[in-house]
């Protein structure tokens, strides 16, 4: 499964930084995606705020897209990507239901 | 159930611990001396030259810095183990003997490497003076001297998590605390295959940093979240387990992200890919985790209807903030944007990777182990909620404006280099010196090194206040 | 007491962790006896038969070296001993290294040997990197033999009055600070004659390193490289 081409392209020097930006913030993004989900489920933000934590995470996601793009990743690292992009959406999700269910057997 | 600080009073295992972060903190400082050294000879490369040359003044910078923190890292623990444990720390005599021999050898080898610096190429000098490894550079004697003191450590935590309660937070340590040990022997050995060199070497660095030592963190924060805002020990409990599993599945295999350009074969740059972008993910569930149990606990103590923080160590819990922000920040964000290998390729070996690292042990591992003495400062002088004073305020602010903006400056630099340096010049002799005497390479040295200074005024407040703030009157006894 | 689910279960999670750590070591353990076996050092005979190998044997310092792209990697590659012209070396034309091309291959073992000695004991890696790990205040090492600024042409070899590049980066290396480049120098770190030759040996053996392409571009710009 080697990627043949993982090197083949040179990356033009004006996509470095637009890469640099992109990946940092996908972590920024993603950060605020599931910094929002959380502080909106222990209640410290409001219920309507949740959606705004989505649209951080698509925000993310594009980010991963635009740095793959630029970097000319291949397919393995392209579907490595992917799978990184679906843990984030996942992780807050499994989170809170195993911590909720924790809470919910210890306090009552 | 929530730990109290006071029954630790009179405890030796407490002793001790209050004694590996005296040490810890002084060679903290040593550290940002010189760094700071360093940092002067970018901006005016004649300082010091043939005198205290830039290889030894950032050998010592980095050994200082890997050695407080093992310092602080060991101290954590005797200090943690009597709470976890409900019992005194078993071979704590041998112990205090194993901190003196410890203490004894570090000053032999920064002695040596301040007045001895290089020697002939043969055995001897591995031997006895250093081993030129980046990061494990102690020389052979001391790295038998550390196995030692390793081993002793390791021992005492064993029979005392085994003979007292076992909490899961003495479990994961036990079981960590181990390989942190054992990996070293993997970097103990001379070959003159340079490809087989850095393999090796790379299983102490990466394994320690970014497997064992993250799961210490872990480990740490599940033990101060305990402490100071009493979240529930089931919660935390799991949750570490489920960090361990996250940063263990991610952390050893991510290693693959330093075998691209050594010589190794190619498999490593799909296996480096993967793990690499899994990496953060670990790191970004630590950081929910402190939320969520901050908010829940400060929920449930708000539905009481006693408005009161639930946080009993003010400056502590704010290290350990920064401590879970800083994570994902520094090794989180500053690792991945040049984890891949398709963009690692032009910023392996650049600016970035110490921006990186100066960020990533900062805010990984310096931040909590800040916070481990703060929580023995208040353990020691009995201080039911300590209080932020003015230094403390001074310190966590100048430290970590300091460091994030020497991040910020290594940044640009890394920048520049990738752009010249690399993918126009190809990393050769010339190219490299045409990418060092840019303007905005230049300029971003100069701002690192005043960075650096702010880093270390707020270590002197640092010092101060932890000095103090025990006697202090401002804090609830 | 509300109904027990195992994602609650401690004993579950620390099974897991348990399994997933062992799975991750056991697989790193097994890549490593892989890569152990890819990267062990090459022999004479290797270089002899036209064996490539990553790592390939002392002798190589009787080679010519040159570090070209090959479309068939879709980077550069070290070539040894000449290009085949399809993607491999030829391991035929010889480089003379300090006169010689003849070195055994216990010779040019005690040479490497020294020269590994030499660049840790001198500590290189605290301001130099090599195969990109070290420090950065001072170049990357990794292809250094093959630096333009060392070649015939180049600047170093007029600087230090010598006329081929492994005397005259010998030269350098014993008195670094007598051929100031820059304003930052190497300082002079006591390198003798013979540990400057095992290091240049050490120099040269690293560069014949398949190091999957980096760095990229190599000396692309030699216009720049010569000052032109």
Partial sequence: ?108 | MANNHLTGIGSESKQLATWYFTFAAILFGAQLLFGLVAAIQYVMPGFLFELLDFSVARMLHINALVVWMVFAMFGSVYWLLPDETGIETIGIKIGKLLYWVFVAAIVVVVLVYLFVQVGPADETSIWFIHEGREYIEAPRWADFGIVVVALGFVANLFLTGTAGNRSGIVTVLMADMIAFAGLYLAGMFFTDNISVDQYWWWWVIHLWVEATWEVYVGAIAAYGLITMIGAHRKVVEMWLWIEVAMLFGSGILGIGHHYFWIGTPEYWWEIGALFSALEPLPLVAMFIHVLYDWGKTQGAQDATGVEVSVINNKPAFTWFVLNAFGNFLGAGIWGFFHTLPQVNLYTHGTQFTSAHGHLAFFGAYATILIGMMYIAVQGTNGIKVMKHTKSSLWAVSMICGGVMGMTVALTVAGYVQVLVSRAQMGATWAGYFDGQSGMWFAQAMDWRLVMGAVTFLGFLFLAKDLLSTGKNPVHER | ?228
């Fill in chain 3, 1 to 228: 007491m509300a109904k027990t689910s195992v994602w609650s279960d401690n004993r579950f999670w620390q099974r897991s962790a348990g399994w997933i750590t062992g799975f991750a070591a056991v697989l790193l353990i097994w890549l490593t006896f892989d890569t152990a076996g890819q990267i062990a050092m090459g022999t004479d005979e290797d270089l002899k038969n036209g064996v490539t190998k990553r790592v390939p044997g002392p002798t190589v310092i009787n080679y010519k070296i040159t570090y070209e792209m090959s479309d068939k990697r879709g980077h550069e590659v070290p070539y040894i001993g000449g290009n085949d012209g399809k993607g491999g070396s030829l391991f035929q034309e010889k480089q003379k290294f300090f006169g010689r091309d003849d070195y055994s291959e216990e010779e040019a073992a005690a040479l490497l040997h020294l020269g590994k000695l030499g660049s840790q004991t001198k500590n290189c890696m605290n301001c130099h990197t090599l195969l990109g790990n070290g420090a950065y205040y001072a170049p990357d090492l990794t292809k250094a033999w093959l630096d333009p600024a060392w070649q015939d042409d180049g600047t170093m070899q007029a600087m230090t009055g010598k006329s081929t590049k492994e005397e005259a980066m010998a030269e350098f290396l014993q008195h670094p600070s007598t051929y100031p480049t820059h304003a930052r120098m190497m300082p002079d770190l006591g390198i003798t004659a013979e540990e400057a030759k095992g290091l240049v040996a050490f120099l040269k053996h690293m560069s014949s390193i398949d190091t999957n392409g980096f760095p990229r571009n190599f000396g692309k710009i030699r216009g720049a490289v010569n000052g032109k």
């Fill in chain 1, 1 to 108: 499964m080697i990627e043949e081409v993982v090197m083949r392209q040179d990356i033009a020097l004006d996509d470095f930084l637009p890469i640099f930006i992109s990946s940092s913030l996908v972590l920024v993004f993603g950060g605020f995606y599931v910094g929002i989900y959380t502080a909106v489920k222990v209640k410290l933000l409001k219920k309507w705020t949740m959606p705004i934590a989505y649209i951080f995470w698509m925000l993310t996601a594009y980010c991963l897209y635009l740095m793959g793009s630029l970097m000319h990743v291949g397919e393995f690292t392209a579907k490595a990507l992917v799978v990184a992009a679906i843990g984030l959406f996942l992780l807050p999700h499994a989170v809170y239901f195993m911590q909720h269910q924790v809470h919910e057997e210890n306090e009552h």
